[in-house]
């Protein structure tokens, strides 16, 4: 009887609920990106809502670049030490290109599907890289309206998270 309660105690383990805040800096082919992630977690699924801003762009150029994004992963392999599974992380961005145009912006859609490998429970260290379809759209003069520009882009992250 006591292997049972203990066999019910470990399932009931498994898919507590975890939580954490983290940052994050992840190298995307045309800029570097910087800021704070929450994530959420559950036996395998993990959750994480994301936002952050391109280095480059917005403290050397003096443009704001923010960037939102959602991921989904799964725990492949998880345990006290070690994590690593898929992924998938969609992203969206703008920026102001030129000050003075009246549609001066480029926003930015990104698609990624990679892997990560982490390390620790309550201090959690990460490293992502993913590849996937990028879509930017842009402001033509000649068509006298915004056009995509699609290409495959790719990324490279190294992220710490705290339990809550």
């Known amino acids: 009887m006591l292997s049972l309660w203990t066999f019910f105690d470990s399932i009931n383990a498994q898919d507590s609920i975890s939580q954490r805040l983290g940052i994050q800096f992840s190298y995307h082919p045309y800029d570097f990106f910087s800021g704070l992630h929450y994530e ?43 994590q ?28 990624f599907l990679g892997a990560y490998f982490g390390t620790g429970m309550k201090h959690r260290l990460r490293l992502s890289i993913g590849i996937g379809p990028s879509a930017e759209h842009n402001w033509s003069v000649l068509a006298n309206k915004y056009q995509a ?16």
């Open 40 to 82: 959420r977690e559950k036996g395998n699924h993990q959750h994480q809502m994301l936002v952050s801003v391109g280095v480059n762009s917005t403290f050397f150029q003096r443009r704001c670049y923010p960037q939102f994004g959602y991921q989904y992963g799964f725990h492949l392999i998880k345990n006290k030490h070690f």
């Open 84 to 111: 690593a599974g898929p992924f998938v992380r969609i992203l969206s961005s703008m920026r102001k290109i030129d000050k003075h145009a009246t549609h001066g912006m480029s926003f930015n859609e990104d698609l």
């Open 149 to 164: 520009y699609w290409s495959w882009n790719y990324i490279g992250e190294i992220s710490y998270a705290y339990a809550l």
